[in-house]
């Protein structure tokens, strides 16, 4: 324990540090911050000072110039009082030039004033440079303006309040003094000046971020603003909510104030601009975040480095404290799974003992398992013993069931011929009933046989190239007899003309497509109507894939829709009364349906009732053999 007591020294040794560290630093880093502060603040007041010294001396100059017009022989006369009339609102345009030539060498050469007006005694206007102004003037008589009032009772220059001049409608200062003729006085000389000269000037300086420099009367409202936005035409600012600030400006103080506006702090400078019975001042104003940004981010970055500094100690102090922590455990923990593993040890015994035990039984399931699986084998391999057996004795008994009927027909045909002796008329007609049985007979046993070896894929095929051509033409003429008789059209149509030779020719087992070709023929003969009965037989290449597609089209009297589903199934029959009519056993559709898809081809029909059946098959360019589905079962 009392080692881990001294385990916690180095820890608090490092807590002391960092607080050290942490002290020096804030110590540094308020100094540093101070340092920034009153650098900044420095800047911003000498910057204030110069600003409204500038002001004061644009404003001097104008003063001076007025001054000295003012004691101007030409402009001390008044002899052309008499010409003052309302229809010029004062003297005409040419009258006294002399004077009109001091006003407008006073507007030519300082261009801050925008007009300059001789006024009498009682206000009137006298002139005004430009004339044009002195045209349009509203009124005649200026005698209730604060700077007439303030210069006629003090008799001395004044520059006056900001207003919105009556002449040119925007916000305008003017500068008045007085004029005397042998100690009287005689008029007053006014410049006005438009203070849009003020804005330019102050729009031209490389201020701060969100810094703006103003120009202010007593009353705190705005002369001119460094903001781009600002011209005399809008109407003056208010600053008056700077509150002490105001009271500052009046009594000519300069100073530094931080005040809150709308939420924010803003940091303000400001210099008073002295001017003959009147007092501006320059205004430097500025969101105190972005006052001091760079001393606050200083200050920011220093904190930021002295955290990590404390952060990178403590976790090192922790890192080792806990490692000496752990090699302590770390015995303790020895001991313990050292019992531990000796008791493990002895059930690790017992475990393998009843491992060994349970590897027997597996043993022993093993080989019982090997018995069953050859059991199995033996079962399996005597099944198909039995289904070999079963195939042949099918095949057997069918084959056996058409050898006796060779013989019978044989002879049924020589007796109704006559070779064997002349036979009665009814004695024939019986024979040829005996023939066509027998014929039926063989002919369904040959199906059952086929549909057998189809089921099976037992059936082979002799792929050899045939003409299609001749196919037909066999087919054909195969069913001619039987179609004559019943005098029903039987024609068919090979389109071969793109075929070298002329002949379309197949790969293919040419019996068993005869075979199909047979089936579907004869059954569009079973269902054609008797004299108007029509059936074409076709054969086309398509072009697409080289495959090449039979036709049988029929006017019989098509399929049910109901039925179209099932009439490739084996033995189906649509109406099994017709059957014993027209014969049949309800298995060529599904022979000729396991050819053609042995052949790798499909088959298919379109049928109207009432109006036709076209039974199609198509056997592709090279029929892969094998591809038959024995779905028809
Ligand atoms: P079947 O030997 O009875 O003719 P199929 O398998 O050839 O047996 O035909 C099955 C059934 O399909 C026929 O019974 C018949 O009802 C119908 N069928 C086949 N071809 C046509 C056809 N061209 N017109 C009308 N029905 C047909």
Known sequence: MTLRRAAKLPLLIGIAASALVVSVFYVSVYQDFNTGIEETERVKSTLAKTLASRTQVRMQNEIQILELAAKLPQVQSTTFSHLISEEFKGIPPNADPEKRAVQNAIFQEFRDFETVAFLMPNGDVYSVEPSEFQKNLPVVNFAYRDYFIKTTSTQRTYVSEIFRSTATDHNTVVISTP?????????VLVGSMNLDVLNKALQTLELGRNEVAVLVDRDGMGIASSERSANSQTKAHSYSYLGNIVEDIRDGKEGVSEVPVNGTAMHVTYAPVELSGNRWAVLLIQPSEDAFSEAYLHQRQAIAIAAIVVAVMGISEYILFRAMLRNLKLADRL??????LKTSNSDLKKEKVRLESLSNELQAKNSHLEYLAHELDL???????????????AAMITHELKTPLVPIIGFAELLSDGTLGELTPLQREKVQLMHGSAISLSNLITDLLDIRKLELN??????????????????????????????????????????PNGTLNLICDPKRIQQVLHNLLSNAIKFVPEKTGRIEVSA???????????????????????????IFKKFYQVDTSLRRAMGGSGLGLAISKGIVEAHGGTIWFESVPGVGTTFYFSIPARPALGNGSNDSK
């Open 458 to 499: 037992k059936m082979k095929f002799d792929m050899i190239e045939s003409s299609v051509n001749e196919f037909l033409e066999r087919a054909v003429g195969s069913f001619k007899p039987l179609a004559e008789s019943k005098k029903i059209s039987l024609t068919y149509n090979v389109q071969a003309e793109k075929e």
């Open 179 to 187: 004029v005397f003729r042998d100690g009287a006085l005689v008029g």
């Open 540 to 566: 086309r290449r398509i072009p697409d894939d080289g495959s090449i597609e039979f036709g049988v089209r029929d006017n019989g009297i098509g399929i049910p829709v109901e039925k179209q589903n099932e």
């Open 379 to 393: 079962k399996a391999e005597q099944l198909q013993k039995i289904d070999a057996a079963k195939e042949e004795f």
């Open 335 to 340: 001991e313990d799974l050292n019992e531990a």
